[in-house]
């Protein structure tokens, strides 16, 4: 990198040669390189930092620089800076480089360069300067480049548009090695360095004449002000060569000071640039002044005399002076009224008054200020204009009374009113129309409405707040607002504002709309009066609790009549029981509050009076009732005494009617016992009410009071409340308890059952325990009792069988034998009944009994002899297998031919919508359709069975021993390749990626037989884990290159799963939702607001009928704010997320249905990105693994069903936009969800999605970590090293001549890189077949004729010709060669298997040392025999090999021999010991066993999984046959077509057909000349023409007599140079492949398009 000169930084020696060294003429022209190679670095330094002025950007380092400007990005953005109206932004390709970073260069890039040129045309630039465009596009030319700029750039300086270029000769410092690589890169130029010294003489010289007057007039400028007279000064400034502007006389000497201020500053400027460069080179303008800096001087000048003008008329109060200033042309002020003259001298003064308040000082305004001040004037006279305007209007709308209009015209905002509220629309109407008939006629001032709309507003709000029912609120609204209601008492806010929303609430109710003012008023006037009158009544009670606290009734009574206490039921004669009353409920308060001082209330004191009229009541009525009870028991009538007792008024509890006789008495005698405790002349008695307060009852007048009478006594017999409630209580107990015995008589009954039972169980329980104290001895009783009864009953029962022994022994041998007789009927008979279950009993014991042998075999280490002899038949090829291994031989071969069928007709379909889209749009001929259909069509009419069978009878596969031997080393060397897979792996990445991509598709998948097998399947997918392994260990820096590049394992691995054997597994993954998405017609997903606002919009103009006001270009923050576009984009939303969740769940539900392979490449990628990346956490780890399975391989399949199968289409069909956009929406969502990527940025509209994204992230987490959960290879297919030692048939592979060829030619190019060991099997095989063949050699002598003139062309379509090959490998049952161990251990395997077939034991020495006997020679002899029989059957590709034959037609005791000395080999070896009899082969043996059944298992498998595959396939090809057919109706259609076309057509669809008339068919040409088509844009340049000559050059276009050809001839000045043929396909081809320029003659450089466009219009009609 380069460096900035320092202080200390010595200027390098690049430029000179110094005197004191003697240097070779080799040594100084090497100097002289290394100059110019640094001169050329400090050229482009200098048009860096130029470059960098211009645009403020960073420009890459100046090493890089050329590689920079390649893509024209910074050119075009150069070209904007300058010529701005020319170049826009926009129109600059790729202007972020993002494409160019990604991709590379793309041939669009070109369009920069072709700006940046014509912008440079446009502001005159000399074209010798000029670029190629292939010189910065293909970097031929870069110094070329630098150069254009340099000239660019002064230029652009001497117009006054840019910096001036700095020089940086010898200032800047460059390493040896960066100029010692731009010598390099200009020698790779080939091509003489150009003088950037001389650019200012070559530009001066290519000057127009009217530039050259110019600048001769300039320089006369310069030179008039260096003499400073003022006079020639204006004359030069007046010379219409110098094409000033706005000079004026009357300001010479300005122009002449400032002028000379000018170039003062400028020649100080330069003098401090300059350098060593000599004096000749320098340009004139670096001191002297230019046309722009003079012209800027001159406007200079009269701005500041227009300002001058301005301020004197502002100073002096000059209206007229100031409007006449301000009209000045050199202000160009805008929007100059007259009629606002007063406004701006108005404006002007106080503006100037404000600024030199601030300063200080008079201030002189400038040009911006001035335009600011008139167009402040005018929107101030223009505002009070219409808001006089809207006054009037408002005034109107009052008086004709519509609330709507009225609102509608009090909120415009011309008004200048205070803020409207529309809802209150009556409210304003009505308060308005009564101020205005108030005010008379002429209506209400601006003054009148802005006070009378402020109040009313408030009135409004107030409203709504008490709506809300919130106290707060409405104070605040009360406090702030400007409301100016009076008697407001801010202790009252809190009752204001409770009565407000009370009263708003009747007013609703009573349907008023508002409250108005006055209502507020009022309510607020009736709050201050209810306040009043409570304060009065507080004074009212504090007179009340200070009576109480006096103890005078009377003042008692005196307070509770006040008038203020406002109390109600207050009554003189019960003074002293209030009195008493309110004392009582005091002392409860005092008790209960704790506060002595506590005082009575208003609701208290309220309560208590009516507490005491209640009690003067309830009193009077006790006291009759008393007197009444009194009066029954003095008349000696019990009748009268019970019914006196349950008066209710009487209040006495517990009377009974059957005891009145015992009530009566006991009264009486009570009332005799009393009489002599009183005066019986008294009509006084006392009663104690509430057990408080003392009532007195007038017998005589049934009157009571609670105040003592005078004199009182009292009335002796008269009994009171509380002794007639005890009697009563006495006699209703006595009775209750005498009932209550003689209803429980059974009770106590059983309560003295009870009693004595207990007694009873006492008694029981103490003999018991005595009894267990005397347990031992009651023990010993009983057994010496019952010993004495059994030894006497044994004794009598012996001697009776000592008396009958003989007899007894008969009678036991008859019941003996009738017993066993019995039993054996029974078991018997029980046989029979149940002999089937017993064939089953048997049957399950043999199979327990085979299934332990066979566990034993599978599961033990060591299983014994005896055990593997039971099942060595399963090694016998049976008939089923040869009939089996035949059908997958067949089918294998029908699922390959089918694939290279189907991927040919796909490219062919490709290429034929291709084609007609190109014919559609008129860009190729009909004919070119038609003739690819005829080869299409030939190509599926030929067949590959031809073609194998020519394989098979020519060439490689003839009979002779030379061409077998080179078969059989391809085969050895095709058997290495697939089973080894490091050999691809690393060939792979030796190669270009598209080469490579090419290879994995043809030969490699062919290689493997598109997996058609498990084996084969095992093996390819061995490779991809290796070459994975390989890609990320060597091209890997970062885990985002994963992720952003395009590997090659991961995108052949997807392809090949997602191919033909894959399309099942995706199309039962997806097929479901993505139809169901696609079906659902009501389902439209569009995130994008501006798309859905348009549709609004188009909506909207649809429904009405008129044009809609909204605009149709909108941001999509603009189309987000209306409310209905967030409406249509939150049911987007919500639809987006059921249909993603849809195919979320189906994806998660279905992770069986992954292709194993795809989840054993994730795996190996994580841990292959985990082993290289330690540090790199789970989640990086599972966004790869998203990338790989949704992304790569589900994405595409859910944006493009149709394109994979995933749905049935029709020939012809295709999806419609809105269902596309709905599948795109949803794969958008779920790759977000995958990488777990929030929406920002672009995408900010749909943030809302953010959570669901990262919900839907975590179900995806443990969905690839699920997936990635899968056992190895070898365990999911059980495939071990012996597994191709035990298959019957050898793979087979079906290859073209040319695919060999291919791989034979790529093995020797990189044979070093691949296999750098010479001793490596590779490099024997590679030698064994010597050079790579040509297509004849492999095919045979004479399959194409010499004399042939296609003799190429058929040799290149016979090299596609497929031949099978069967791989095996070179090292595998080697004939006659004993002494590969391997081969060696097989073939004593097999002889030991047909030894133990026959004789038994249970060693292998022990079989081996044992003769066989007669019958076992025998036996092995049929069995010889019937593997001959078998043998002879078999096909020739599935027999054994002629060794194996050989050994298996020996005889037994010879089999014998031959193992023993094998065993001595292998024991030489130390593959075998004897010392554990051989049990290690034993062991081999049983592996052989497990591993034939699983293969006859997976081979049953297979034929399934060949059975669908094939299904899948031929169903593939029936949809392409559709394909083909509906491209043969469209073509027929539109040849018929064609033929109904009038026959005056120019173009045919051959060239044979022949016009009805009888003349013949001439082409007509055209004509133009080169300067015509320069201005048509077609031609762009000649080479060494200049464009002035361009008007001699004539091209004569004319169309031949083949379709679509033109031959186009040239003449210069009338003498013809060339011709060319011009094919339309050509351009066409060029078009579609986006080259935009092309060569004609070598010379002429011709715009594609533009020629198209010209062709179509004047010979097609287009």
């Not at 009066?631 to 009268?640: I, P, Q, Y």
């Amino acid at each position: 990198m380069h460096h900035e000169e320092t202080a200390t930084l010595q200027k390098p020696r690049y430029g000179t040669i110094q005197d004191d060294e003697r240097l070779s003429a080799e040594e100084m022209d090497e100097r002289r390189r290394q100059n110019i190679a640094y001169e050329y670095l400090c050229h482009l330094e200098e048009a860096k930092r130029w470059m960098e002025a211009c645009l403020e950007e960073d420009l890459p380092p100046t090493t890089e620089l050329e590689e920079g400007l390649r893509n024209g990005v910074f050119l075009g953005k150069l070209a904007n800076f300058f010529a701005p109206k020319m170049v826009s932004e926009k129109r600059i390709y790729d202007r972020d480089q993002a494409r160019y970073k990604s991709t590379g260069l793309h041939f669009r890039h070109t369009d920069n360069t072709v700006q940046w040129l014509r912008a440079m045309e446009s502001v005159g630039l000399p074209k010798i300067f000029y670029p190629e465009t292939t010189d910065v596009y293909d970097r031929k030319n870069m110094p070329k480049v630098v150069y254009c700029i340099h000239a660019l750039s002064l230029y652009l300086y001497k117009l006054g548009i840019a910096p001036q270029i700095q020089d940086l000769l010898g200032k800047v410092a460059f390493t040896e090695e960066e100029i010692s690589n731009m010598r390099s890169e200009l020698e790779k130029y080939g091509i003489q360095m150009p003088a950037f010294s001389k650019i200012g003489g070559i530009l001066a010289n290519e000057l127009s004449v009217d530039e050259a007057a110019l600048h001769a007039a300039v320089i006369a400028i310069n030179e008039a002000v260096d003499r400073g007279q003022t006079s020639v000064t204006m004359g030069t400034l007046n010379n219409p060569n110098a094409m000033l502007r706005n000079t004026q006389e009357a300001l010479a000497q300005d122009y002449q000071d400032t002028l000379s201020q000018a170039k003062a500053r400028k020649q100080e400027q330069s003098s401090g640039r300059r350098s060593s460069v000599a004096t000749e080179e320098r340009d004139v303008y670096e001191e002297l002044l230019t046309h722009l800096e003079i012209q800027g001087c001159i406007h200079l000048v009269n701005i500041q005399a227009a300002i001058k003008q301005v301020n004197q008329a502002v100073s002096t109060q000059d209206q007229t002076g100031l409007m006449a200033a301000l009209r000045l042309e050199a202000l160009a002020v805008l929007g100059v009224q007259e009629s606002n003259g007063h406004w701006y001298l108005e404006h002007f003064t106080t503006f100037c008054q404000h600024k030199s308040k601030d300063g200080g000082r008079t201030v002189v305004v400038d040009k911006e200020e001035i335009q600011r001040v008139v167009t402040s004037c005018n929107d101030f006279a223009e505002a009070e204009k219409r808001k006089l305007e809207a006054v009037a209007a408002i005034n109107t709308a009052v008086r004709l009374g519509n609330a709507g209009e009225t609102v509608e015209q009090l909120m415009n905002p011309e008004a200048q009113l205070p803020i409207v509220y529309q809802s209150a629309a009556n409210l304003y109407q009505a308060e308005l129309f009564c101020l205005q008939l108030q005010g008379g006629r002429s209506g209400l001032s601006h003054e009148e409405l802005s006070v009378a709309v402020e109040m009313l507003s408030a009135v409004a709000v107030l409203n709504e707040v008490l709506d809300t029912k919130d106290p707060q609120a409405v104070i605040e609204q009360l406090t702030d607002s400007p409301l100016g209601f009076t008697n407001m008492d801010q202790d009252n806010l809190n009752r204001y504002a409770d009565t407000l929303i009370k009263l708003r609430g009747e007013a609703l109710a009573k349907g008023q709309e508002f409250l108005t003012w006055n209502d507020v008023q009022k309510c607020i006037d009736t709050v201050n009066v209810q306040v009043h009158e409570e304060h009065e009544r507080i004074i009212a009670l504090a007179e009340i609790n200070e009576a109480l606290n006096s103890g005078d009734h009377e003042q008692t009574l005196a307070a509770l009549l006040l008038p203020t206490a406002k109390l109600t039921g207050v009554n003189p004669v019960t003074a002293k029981h209030y009195h008493d009353v309110l004392q009582h409920t005091k002392q409860l308060l005092c008790q209960t509050s704790g506060d002595e001082s506590a005082v009575l209330w208003l609701d208290q004191i309220q309560e208590a009076i009516h507490t005491a009229n209640r009690d003067e009541e309830d009193a009077l009525t006790l006291a009759g009732a008393v007197a009444d009870i009194n009066r029954a028991v003095a008349e000696e009538d019990s009748h009268n005494t019970l019914q006196a007792l349950q008066v209710p008024s009487a209040g006495l509890r517990a009377v009974l009617p059957e005891c009145a006789d015992p009530y009566h008495c006991e009264l009486a005698q009570r009332q005799t016992s009393s009489a002599t405790n009183g005066s019986p002349d008294s009509v006084w008695v006392k009663h104690c009410f509430k057990d408080k307060y003392d009532y007195y009852y007038n017998l005589e007048t049934g009157q009571g009071t609670w105040e003592q009478p005078e004199g009182f006594e009292y009335r002796g017999g008269q009994l009171a409340k509380d002794e007639i409630q005890s009697v009563v209580s006495c006699v209703t107990a006595e009775y209750n308890r005498e009932q209550l015995w003689m209803a429980n008589e059974h009770l106590v009954t059983q309560l003295q059952a009870r009693t004595r039972g207990y007694l009873v169980r006492k008694k029981h329980a103490k003999r018991m325990d005595y009894l267990r104290q005397q347990e031992p001895h009651v023990v010993k009783l009983q057994a010496c009792w019952k010993g004495y009864k059994q030894r006497k009953m044994f004794k009598n029962r012996r001697n009776l069988f000592q008396e009958n022994v003989s007899s007894i022994v008969k009678i036991q041998a008859v019941v003996k034998m009738w017993k066993a007789k019995r039993y054996y009927s029974q078991r018997l008979q029980f046989f029979k009944d149940h002999e089937k279950q017993i064939v089953k009993i048997q049957a399950f014991l043999k199979a327990n009994k085979a299934r332990h042998d066979y566990r034993t075999l599978t599961g033990a280490k060591d299983p014994p002899l005896s055990v593997v002899r039971k099942f060595v038949h399963l090694l016998e090829q049976s008939a089923l297998d040869l009939q089996e291994e035949q059908e997958v031989t067949r089918l294998r071969e029908e699922v390959v031919t089918n694939i290279r069928s189907n991927q040919q007709m796909e490219k062919d379909l490709n290429l034929m919508d291709i084609k007609i889209g190109l014919l559609v749009k008129n860009r190729i001929t009909l004919q070119d359709v038609v003739s690819h259909n005829k080869k299409m069509k030939s190509k599926k009419n030929k067949g590959s069975t031809e073609d194998l069978t020519r394989g098979d009878r020519l060439g490689i596969k003839g009979l002779s021993k030379g061409k077998r031997r080179k078969l059989e080393a391809y085969q050895h060397l095709f058997y290495l390749l697939q089973t080894n897979p490091h050999y691809l792996a690393k060939l792979i990445f030796q190669m270009p990626q598209n080469k490579s991509t090419k290879f994995m598709d043809t030969v490699v998948f062919t290689l493997y037989n598109y997996a058609s097998n498990q084996r084969e399947e095992y093996l390819l997918i061995k490779l991809f884990k290796t070459a994975l392994e390989e890609e990320i260990n060597s091209k890997v820096d970062q885990m985002q290159d994963i992720v952003t590049g395009n590997p090659t394992v991961i995108k052949m691995v997807v392809s090949f799963n997602r191919g033909a054997r894959g399309q099942n597994t995706l199309r039962q993954l997806l097929a479901p939702v993505v139809k169901d998405i696609i079906e659902d017609k009501s389902l439209g997903i569009n995130t994008n607001p501006v798309d859905v606002y348009k549709a609004w919009v188009n909506q909207l103009e649809t429904v009405t009928g008129e044009a809609s006001k909204l605009p149709y270009e909108v941001t999509p923050e603009q189309a987000v704010s209306h409310e209905e576009v967030r409406n249509r984009l939150e049911a987007s939303g919500l639809a987006l997320r059921s249909a993603t969740d849809k195919v979320l769940n189906s994806i998660v539900s279905s992770l069986d249905n992954i292709p194993y392979g795809m989840r054993y490449i994730a795996k190996v990628l994580k841990n292959s990105l985990h082993e290289k990346f330690p540090d790199a956490s789970e989640d990086e780890l599972m966004k790869i693994v998203g990338n790989l399975l949704y992304y790569r391989y589900m994405n595409p399949a859910i944006v493009a069903p149709d394109g994979f199968d995933i749905i049935d289409m029709l020939a012809g069909g295709q999806l419609h936009v809105d269902q596309r956009r709905n599948l795109g929406s949803v794969a958008k969502m779920l790759q977000h969800a995958a990488a777990n990527k929030l929406f920002e940025g672009e995408n900010a509209h749909m943030t809302s999605m953010n959570n669901y994204i990262s919900h839907t992230y975590e179900k995806f987490r443990v969905f690839f970590q699920s997936a990635c959960d899968v056992p190895e290879p070898e365990e999911r297919f059980n495939i071990d090293e012996y597994s191709d030692m035990v298959t019957l048939s050898k793979p087979i592979i079906y290859i073209s001549i040319d695919e060999i060829i291919n791989t034979h030619t790529l093995l020797l190019e990189h044979l070093e890189a691949i296999s750098p060991d010479s001793n490596d099997l590779l490099h024997e095989l590679l030698q064994d077949l010597g050079d790579v063949p040509d297509v004849e050699t492999l095919l045979g002598k004479g399959a194409v004729d010499p004399n042939d003139p296609n003799r190429e062309s058929a040799l290149s379509q016979l090299a596609k010709t497929e031949i099978s090959l069967t791989l095996t490998s070179k090292l595998e049952l080697l004939e006659g060669d004993d002494k590969d161990l391997k081969t060696l251990m097989t073939k004593t395997k097999k002889l030991i298997v047909d030894v133990v077939r026959i004789q038994h034991g249970e060693t292998l020495p022990e079989i081996l040392e044992t003769p066989a006997s007669v019958i076992q020679e025998s036996e092995h002899t049929k069995v010889i025999e019937r593997r001959a029989v078998q043998d002879a059957l078999t096909p020739e590709g599935l027999k054994s090999s002629p060794a194996v034959l050989e050994d298996s037609q020996l005889p037994l005791e010879q089999k014998k021999r031959k193992i023993q000395r094998n065993l001595r080999s292998l024991e030489q070896a130390c593959v075998v010991t004897p010392d554990n009899k051989y049990q290690d082969l034993v062991n081999e043996i049983s592996k052989d066993i497990r591993y034939q059944r699983r293969y006859r298992q997976r081979r049953k498998a297979e034929l399934v999984k060949l059975q669908q595959t094939l299904t899948a396939l031929n169903s593939k090809t029936a949809f392409y046959q559709d394909q083909m057919n509906y491209y043969d109706t469209y073509i027929k259609t539109c040849l018929d077509n064609l033929n109904r076309k009038n026959s005056r057509r120019s173009i045919k669809v051959d060239g044979k057909g022949e016009n009805k008339g009888s003349k013949k068919w001439k082409p007509q040409s055209l004509k133009y000349t080169a300067a015509r088509l320069h201005e048509k844009g077609v031609i762009l340049e000649i080479e060494g023409l200049q464009t002035n000559q361009f008007k001699n050059v004539m091209f004569d276009i004319s169309p031949t007599e083949d379709v679509g050809d033109f031959e186009v001839k040239a003449k210069f000045m009338g003498v013809e140079m060339e011709k060319v043929q011009l094919h339309f396909q050509d351009l066409l081809q060029l078009q579609y492949e986006g080259v935009a320029v092309m060569k004609m003659f070598d010379k002429a450089k011709v715009n594609v398009n533009l020629l198209i466009f010209l062709l179509n219009k004047k010979f097609y009609g287009k």
